[in-house]
């Protein structure tokens, strides 16, 4: 049996359809998880980085990975988890922020870690796009969000932190 | 002592400082004062178990024995481990909870600071990554240190009995051992007594803001590093143990 090879854009291609488990409208591409994928003679190797250390997604996410990957003809697929460089929220990619909006979630700002600690950053609401809106908890549902109150439309919502 | 036995001994220090801390956190999930507190609380308790499984899978890799870091979690009594006995403690009232947290974080807003600058690069990676967490943990503090400090009576003299309690286990903070000197000499470990200027200046002006005393300094309390622990590490330890000690091996 001829077993198939695939290039990298192709395995790309596959991964692009995996979805974050915890933001289902943005892919694990989008999010910038993906760091690289090594094609070897005796198999694929997949490599990710978290978003967070605690990040409860990565076992899904990692467990995704190889069962697509798996019943594209993929095989054998290693998936790597690696640290540096750490993850930011600068590599998602602008269609994932808009995406995030769209669902709900206001986009983290670009490059404004240093700001949002000093809570300098005025965070738009998502749903009405007002700029009244404040802090409620610097933790929100997961570990990448954060709490905010939109003070026009009186409605909670969800921010994606700077990181 | 070997090169590598000390990163190995360093490895667990941090990933066993990062595992306690995380399972007191944890007890806070439904017991926190109101929803978003309890969300926060937790938040920072995965933080903590993420980057505790980084460092005791490193500390595995380091011992090259084929531990993984269940093991190394669930199958070593209390003398076999290094974390920091302010770790341990109870987690008290909620002011005590975050005078711990204050005292800790700020510890760790430093001490990552320069992880993220040794010349190992696996501790320098997982560094750099906790960096980014501990200044959120780190401004959580702070806020309430200063919110209850500053706040009723009764808030600002609970924060005081927490300060007064906790000061003597900060000391431990900085100690440092033949294991730091050794891997210090190649710049794998952080010179932790440096860190400690800093650490009180930060201190001492978050507790004026809050209207609270700094303790005189006095007796500090000891022991971790020899894995002398408080009795309450054993009780943390037979909970968190307990499914592994009973069914050796079980996996789901």
Excluded at chain 1, 71 to 79: L, R
Excluded at chain 2, 149 to 170: C, F, H, I, K, P
Excluded at chain 2, 227 to 247: K, V
Aim: proline share 4%.
């Amino acid at each position: 049996m001829v077993v198939p090879r695939f290039d990298k854009e192709q395995i790309l291609d596959i991964l692009a359809t995996i979805p974050d488990p915890e933001i289902p409208v943005v892919n694990i591409l989008e999010m910038g998880m993906v760091k690289d994928v090594v094609i070897g003679d005796d198999g694929y190797e997949v490599i990710i980085t978290p978003t967070y250390s605690g990040c409860p997604a990565v076992g899904m996410i990692t467990a995704d990975i190889r069962s697509t990957l798996e019943a594209k003809g993929v095989v054998p697929t290693t998936v790597r988890m690696v640290y540096d460089p750490a993850w930011t929220t600068d590599w998602m990619t602008d269609i994932a922020k808009k995406k995030l909006h769209d669902y709900g979630i206001a986009p983290p700002l670009h490059s404004s870690c240093n700001d949002e600690m000093l809570g300098n950053n005025t965070i738009t609401c998502p749903r009405c796009g007002s700029e009244r809106t404040r802090l409620l908890s610097r933790f929100g549902s997961t570990a990448c969000k954060a709490l905010y109150k939109c003070d026009a439309c009186m409605e909670p919502f969800e921010y994606f932190k700077c990181h | 002592m070997t090169q590598q036995q000390a990163l190995y001994k360093y490895s667990l220090r941090l990933g066993d400082n990062a595992l306690i801390l995380s399972a007191r956190l944890s007890e806070w999930c439904s017991n926190a004062p109101f929803l978003e507190e309890d969300l926060a609380l937790t938040n920072m308790a995965l933080d903590l178990i993420g980057r505790a499984q980084a460092m005791l899978k490193y500390a595995g890799e380091v011992d090259g024995n084929g531990k993984t870091e269940d093991d190394l979690a669930y199958r070593r009594s209390e003398r076999e481990y290094y974390n920091n006995l302010i770790m341990e403690l109870p987690n008290g009232d909620f002011a005590y909870t975050m005078v711990r947290q204050l005292f800790v974080s700020t510890f760790e807003l430093f001490f990552f600071e320069e992880l993220q600058k040794s010349t190992d690069a696996t501790l320098a990676a997982i560094g750099a990554k906790t960096l980014k967490e501990v200044k959120y943990h780190h401004l959580h503090a702070k806020d309430w240190v200063i919110r209850l400090g500053d706040g009723t009576a009764e808030s600002n003299r609970r924060v005081q009995q927490a300060v007064n309690q906790l000061w003597m286990y900060t000391g431990e903070l900085f100690e440092m051992d033949g294991t730091d000197a050794l891997l210090m000499k190649d710049g794998i470990a952080v010179n932790a007594e440096h860190l400690k200027m800093g650490w009180i200046q930060m201190v001492t002006q978050i507790l004026a803001l809050a209207n609270i005393e700094l303790p005189a300094d006095g007796y500090m309390q000891t022991g971790s590093r020899m894995g002398i622990h408080t009795e309450h590490l054993g009780h943390i330890l037979s909970e968190m143990q307990y499914l592994q000690r009973a069914y050796p091996d079980a996996t789901w």
